[in-house]
Every structure is written in C-alpha cells, then in structure tokens.
C-alpha cells in the first residue's frame, strides 16, 4: 500500500524580547526573513531564532543575547524504515516554497513551515506496498549537554540555554490523538509508531513531537555593535547595523529610518544573518541606481575578509556576497563610496580595508560593481609603513557631466620605529591614482580617520575642497582636529576641533566622523569628562582659505538633559531643497546597561558661509561659559559679514574688537578674558556698542570697507587677515570686569 507519513514538529523560540530602545527599534525585522547566500544553504530569520536547511538537515540557532555563547542543534534524518527494513535515502536537494524550505529526497520530502517564532517540520514518507511497524531516528548534533531521560521529553542543555523535544503524537486524520513512543539513542532520538497505528491511518499519518526552547535570558544584552548611515534622497535614509546574535556571531541587518515627519526604522533587508560573523559594516548609496551597497569584514580572528552585498532600496533584490579584499590574508578597517555623477552607465562603487600579514598593515583600494570586484586591488601606503583605518567618501562630480570621479581616502600610516601620520591619496572609478599620496599631519594615538566629499563650494583658486578629520592624542587627552583639504595639500592651518568647539575644554575626545552637506560639513564625535561615560556632540563649518571655520559649535546629540554613552556614530546628509537650511542623520549606540541604537536628523539654520577660522580659546565667564564667536559671509572686502557671539552672560554691553594681527595676552588689563588680538594696534566697534540677549548672543554686520582703527576706518582688501573679538561686561568675585569671547579670522578673497 502507499502511506505518505507526514511528521510534524514546531522548533518554538519564544522568550522575553529585549528592552525597548529609546529611538530606534532595531531588535526584530518586522516579518519572516529569508536568505540564500549563493553555498546551497537556506536561511530564515525569526524573532529570536535562525534557522538553516542544508543537504544535511534543519540547524536550530536560538537568539539568547548578544554576549551569550553561541548555541545550536542541527536535526537530520538519520534513518526511515517500515517493519525493520530501512527505506532508501536519496541525496536530498534544498529549495524554499514561500515560507517553506524544503529538503527533497526523492520518495522522502522535509518540508519546514516558518513563522517568526517557530519552525514546524513535515516528514512525508512514501511507503508503497509496506506494512508493519514504523521507526524515524533523527540524529542531533548539540554543543548543548545532552538528555539524561531514556524517553520523552528530552533537553539538550540546561538552565541558561536548552532545547526542548516533547512527548510525540499520532494523528491518524480522524480527529483522535495518539501518543507514540519517543528514546533516547546514542546519536539524538528516535520515534516509534506502532502497526496498528500504521495501518489505521490510511494514506496519511501525522506524527507530532513538538522541539522548542528551553530557559533563556530574559534581557538580551549587548544587541547592537556598529552602525553605518547612507542617504538616497529620492527614497530615504538607510542604517545598517551589525547585531550581535551571540558572543561569537554578528548579523548585519538594513533599515530605513524614519523620514523627517516621523516614523519608525523599518526593515528592508538581511545583508547577512549566516553564522559567518560579518562585522564592522559600512554602506554607500548609489543615487543613480537606487541600489546600496554594504562592506563588512566576515570571519574571525585570522580568517576575517572584506566581503560586499548589494540590495535595492526596497530590498526585494539582494545580491550573492562576493569577496572584497585577497583570499589569503586577514582584512579589517573596511569602508566604502559611490559614484554620484558621471555619465557611466554602470556606476561603480570603490571600497577600501586594511590587510595585516604578520607584523605588517597595509591599506587598499578596489573598485566593485553591483555583483563584483572589476578591478584589482592597489596599495594605497608606503609598503616601508604600516597602514590602518581607512576612510573613503563618496565620488565627486556632477550628474550627467563628463567630470571624472574622485573618491578621496585618508589613513594612518605608521613608520617602523612608530611614528604616527595621516594620508591622503585622490582615486578615480578605477581606483588608480589622481592624486599622489600626501602627509597631511603628524599625530599620536589616532583610533579613527574621516573623510568627506566635496560639495558645491569652492575655495578662491576654484578648487573643490574636502576635510579630513581625526583625533589624536594621548591616553584621556585626544583631540579632534580638521584640515580643510584641496589638490593634495592642507589649505591653511589645521584647526583643533576640540579646543574651539568644545566650551566645557573635556579632557578627551574620540572617534569623529565629518559629512559635506550642499555648503557646509557636519563633523561629529565623542566626548567625556576624566574615564567618565562617553557622550556624542555634532558641530558643524565650512573650509576658508585659511583652514577649517565652525559654523555651530557643539551641540549633544540627545533629547533630555541625561548623558549617555555612545560606540560609534556615522553621518550623511540630504539636501532639503532649501538654502536657509542643512540636514544631516547621525546614529550612535548608546552602551548604557542592555545597548541601545539611537539616532535622528541634524537640522540648522544655513544663515550663510564660513568666512573665518576660529583661534585662541576664551576663558569662562560668569555665566559658567565660554563666549563664541563664528563669521559667515563670502568673504569677500565688498560684501557685508556677519559675525554672531554666543555664550556671553544676558544684558551685557558689548562690542566688537579688530586687529590685522593675532596674539594672546590672559586676563588682559587685569579684567577677566584672554586677548586674541596682536600687532601695533587694534580697534574697537565701540560706536556700535550692543546689549546681549536673554540668550546670551549678539549679533554684528561687519562692512569691510568701513573697519575701525585708532586712528579712524580702513577698508580690507583682498589677501589681507582681519581677527576680530567680542569684547562684553562681567561680574567676577573680586566685583565689575570684563570678559573676551575667542577670536576669529578672516582672510578676505575675490
């Protein structure tokens, strides 16, 4: 006779989910997810499980938090027969049915049901002719303690982690439920059914024992490691995120971001949830072609290699992960830019990494396309030096022109008796070299370069500038410095991110990433007060001729006034559409207890260009402040330029002081400031004397062809350096003083 034997199993994966997060919830895809990685394996994502169908079986990985250790059991089919005669067992092949994976092995069919939190296997037999008994063994292969009871139920496993098999049932079509016989064998289990049971069913019999999860962690911590941020103006902001399944194995996962009006962070793809541990992703997005394209290194310890996924917006195209970096040596640092002009019909991405083979770096490029590598990979440092950390923007050049791309890079290079410096070398689409390699400073300790493209400003020679960020520095005494950047050389002076943005002068700072928005770069990073939590700031400017100009000084990134700490971060922009504004997003992690992803749009008054560098750090007023001061404007001696003071005390005289000459002279005149102002002589805008708001700001219209001096009004022109001050009223314990804002300079240009 012929009995198709169906066996029915639900793997049920249910546990307390993770805590919520305070801005984006990133802990579960919102439905079913299902990959195929181009090796003959299926994979499906749950709620808290992953689960894979290969030639050999169905291996159960349970979710139960990301410093857990990994566990898993792998089910195969060891053995089918009918009155102690094993039936034949094809090699089987592997397919997915909607939301089924299916191992097919000819007369035998195990079909896997998948929902978010369980997976229910079917085991069709066909038994032509067959009577008698029915046996099923199912060897399981567990890094989980094996089962000490001789029957059902079992568990593999103990308190912190287990998996559950259940009491087998019968259920012969008719309504009834019979239990069946379920052993312990020296290889997994086995199930029994009787003949009577055999033969009363008919053509179908569904034999139900039921595999679940046994004790997990309520409170999952450590979900969420590093996170990655990429715009498509046409379509919205994508964040990918490594999530942390278990202590050894991390998943990459692709989300869009709430828009500007509001939201929630939506799924949109699995760039990989294998157990290959990919980490440190980074992603770019191709506005041509709307797809998007992620980095990340897969492996562990000397087996991690650079490995790229392509998907669409949409994620409903994914690519095959393909290799990035040499087969044969160790990868890291990975990162990535896209064309964004050019009149190609194939756009190209160019992805860059660190190799380490033995005790030396080495840093490379490599052009790639939607599904590969089309290019070799080239060197980009000395190979006398060691070379690490290496950043790349997205390609300059506009839309539909003939401009050829360049993707600007910057790393640390490192000399054999260590010494530390940042380069940067200008690539085409073909990662060949535009621009030779250059030092672009000396620095100590650096963990983290940023480099930013171009945008639609332009310096007085006509060349596009770029910045290049870093922090350098001493155990708890880093910087973040900046260098407005053109043609292979620093333009002007490098600024000290830290020492002019930063008016409470914390002790460290770390980890910066900078952004170019349409006229202005987003530069953000991390701070914290002695071994104190780490907090994330955002500051934002421009390039002027003579170096990199703050047009915001910092800002936290949170909502409330409670700190929190943060891992990393990754900005972008998008342009709004408007000239008065500019809009960046930035994500971070915050490491407080159970880690939590947060994030948002940066948003702010354009009002202008940066027309001047900052210098010279004032001193704290009776506010508890430091006084600020920024110039916009063009620069140029026949426009007005707005100079804007913040940080003053409320209701204060003020006014304006002017010098061709820097210089810093502490508590000037015994009041209570630092004079940044030098030379023969200086002047003062004390006609126009101003009151400080009930914020504490002022405002100044500067007309360079009216400047005042001691013995009247001149007027700039062009290459001369003007340093300008905000001179205000103080109170300080000893009675009446004065105070000083920090300087800035403007170097007037056409």
Known sequence: ??????????????????????????????????????????????????????????????????????????????????????????PPTVRREGASLILDRGPIVERYDCSLDSVEQLLEVDVQGATGSLRIDVAVRSNLARPSRARAPFRFGGSAAAIDIGEAFALPGDGSKIPVESIRTPTGYAILVPDEVVEAAGDTLVIDPVISSGSLFSNPPRPFAVADVAILETTGT?????????????????????TLSGGTLTFVAAIDFTTENWQEPAIAAMVSTGDLMVVAT????????????????????????????????????????????GPFSLRRFVAVWSNRFSSLRGVYARPIGPNGPVGNALQLNDIQTRASIP????????????????????????????????????????????????????????????????????????????????????????????????????????????????????????RPRVAATREQWFLTYQERELLGEWRTYMCSGGPAPEGFGLAERNQILLDGGTPQTSATLATYYESSGSVLDTIGYAVWINESGATQLEGGYLRQEFGGN??????????????????????????????????????????????????????????????????CLGGLGFGRFSNQIGITSTAGTYSFDLDPQSIAQASGTVAAIVGETWHFQQWFRDTSPGGATSNLSNGVAIEFRN
């Open 1 to 90: 006779m012929s009995l198709p034997l169906l066996l029915t199993s639900a793997l049920a994966l249910s546990q307390a989910g993770p805590g919520a997060h305070e801005a984006l919830d990133a802990s579960l895809p919102d439905r079913i997810v299902f990959d195929a990685p181009g090796d003959g394996t299926h994979w499906v994502l749950g709620h808290s499980y992953k689960a894979c169908v290969d030639g050999e079986g169905l291996t159960f990985h349970p979710f139960l938090g990301g410093d857990a250790p990994a566990s898993h059991a792998t089910f195969a089919l060891s053995g089918v027969s009918v009155d102690a005669e094993p039936l034949a067992l094809a």
């Open 238 to 258: 994508y964040l990918v995120i490594e999530r942390a399944f278990s202590a050894t194995d991390s998943d990459v996962i692709l989300y869009r971001a709430p």
């Open 298 to 341: 897969r492996g562990s310890g000397s087996g991690r290699r650079v490995y790229a996924r392509r998907s669409s917006s949409d994620g409903q195209s994914v690519g095959q992960p393909f290799l990035v970096s040499s087969p044969n040596v160790e990868a890291f640092d990975p990162d990535i830019g896209a064309e964004t002009g």
């Open 391 to 510: 950043a790349i923007s997205a390609g300059s050049g506009e839309t539909g022109t003939f401009d050829p791309q360049t993707f600007r890079v910057a790393f640390k290079q490192t000399t054999g008796i260590g010494l530390e410096s940042i380069w940067s070398v200008d690539l085409d689409r073909n990662a060949s070299v535009k621009t030779p390699r250059w030092r672009v400073a000396n620095v100590l300790d650096t963990e983290q370069v940023s480099v930013s493209s171009t945008n639609e400003l332009r310096l007085p020679d006509g060349s596009a500038p770029f910045v290049i960020a870093w922090d350098s520095g001493p155990f708890i005494l880093g910087d973040i410095f900046a260098a407005t950047c053109a043609n292979g050389s620093v333009r002007g002076d490098i600024s000290n991110v830290s020492a002019m943005a930063d008016e409470r002068r914390s002790l460290e700072q770390r």
């Open 610 to 675: 940066v027309a001047g560098v900052q210098y010279c750090a004032a001193a704290t007023n009776s506010a508890g402040r430091r006084a600020w001061i920024k110039a916009l404007g063009n620069g140029r001696p026949t426009s007005i330029q707005r100079l804007k003071c913040s940080g003053a005390p409320v209701g204060r005289p003020c006014f304006i002081l002017t010098a061709r000459e820097s210089g810093f002279v502490p508590n000037v005149g015994g009041a209570a400031g630092n004079l």
